[in-house]
């Protein structure tokens, strides 16, 4: 079998490097964090690469509010400007600069790090999966983004980020829903348990309208996607009768299919935690790139 070339990251600093530049833990008016410097506001720009691109303007002056009251607690994280000497980029807190502007402040405090490109984009998705107020499609689009762009598993994000696999596994699986019902999700007309309860469903889309308009409980939603899901694909227990996957089964044999590019079932224990994993190659060199895959070269 040909051997194939391996991925390389090619980045110096780990995920939890990065994590530690961004998190504000340690940022409170009591204890604010040291920046390096002080910037004049004109010398500071934005990252033209910057993945958050909506500001919202009431937040936005809210905060110019408390920047006048008590200062900007957390510093800005830049590097040195490219082609622009005495001038620097913003790799996160462009929020902060901008409400500093709308406050009239002159300077702003700043960590100055020299960072690539590369790592430049992944610190600004990290800062914007810490937001408060992310909401669970923007959240899981982060997680996409740092898994697809730069390699990282889904254990080593939630050991840098202090977040569980499982919270990590499930918002991704929101993603395979129908941009309809993602973007209830992003609005607020519906919570993630109940966007969860709808994976895999064939109805999906008709049922979160039905959702919506009896405002449903999340258990309400689970209920009914589960009476009414009677063109789900059916498997076979080991006494022979006929039993229904269940959501979150269907949407990890999807998943796992479409990492894998081979058809992927699962089939659980009647009785117990255990069951069958079972991963079909068509060729001898797609039994080649599972076993690159399962052995992580």
Do not use: C
Not at 75 to 87: T, Y
Not at 122 to 143: F, G, M
Not at 223 to 244: E, I, M, Y
């Amino acid at each position: 079998m040909a051997e194939k070339p391996t991925r390389t990251r090619g980045l110096g600093r780990g995920l939890s490097a990065l994590m530690a530049d961004v998190t504000s833990d340690d940022a409170s008016p009591e204890r604010p964090r040291r920046a390096d410097m002080r910037i004049p506001v004109e010398q500071v720009h934005p990252n033209p690469d910057q993945p958050r691109r909506s500001f919202d303007d009431t937040a936005l002056a809210e905060l110019a509010a408390s920047i006048r009251e008590k200062g900007i607690i957390q510093p800005l994280i830049v590097r040195p400007a490219p082609g622009q000497d005495g001038h620097y980029q913003i790799v996160a807190g462009e929020r902060r600069w901008r409400a500093s502007q709308i406050a009239q402040l002159h300077d702003v405090p700043a960590i100055v790090r020299e960072y690539n490109d590369t790592e430049v984009l992944e610190v600004a998705i990290i800062e914007n999966i810490q937001r408060s107020d992310l909401n669970a499609i923007d959240e899981a689009t982060s997680y996409r983004q740092l898994m697809d762009r730069f390699g990282h598993t889904q254990d080593q994000m939630a050991s840098a980020l202090g977040k569980s696999r499982s919270h990590i596994a499930n918002l991704l699986r929101l993603l395979n829903l129908p941009d309809d019902i993602q973007v209830h999700v992003v609005s607020g007309a519906l919570t993630a348990g109940h966007a969860r309860a709808l994976i895999g469903h064939p109805d999906a889309s008709a049922l979160a309208r039905q959702i919506m308009k009896k405002g449903l409980s999340v258990r309400e939603a689970e209920n009914l996607a589960r009476t009414t899901q009677d063109d789900t694909p059916k498997r076979r227990t080991s006494a022979g009768r006929a039993t229904t996957k269940d959501a979150d089964t269907l949407q990890i044999e999807a998943e796992l299919a479409a990492t894998l590019h081979m058809p992927v079932s699962i089939d659980h224990d009647s009785k117990g935690e255990g069951g069958k994993l079972s991963v079909k190659y068509g060729n001898l060199e797609q039994l080649d790139d599972l076993l690159r895959a399962l052995s992580g070269t």
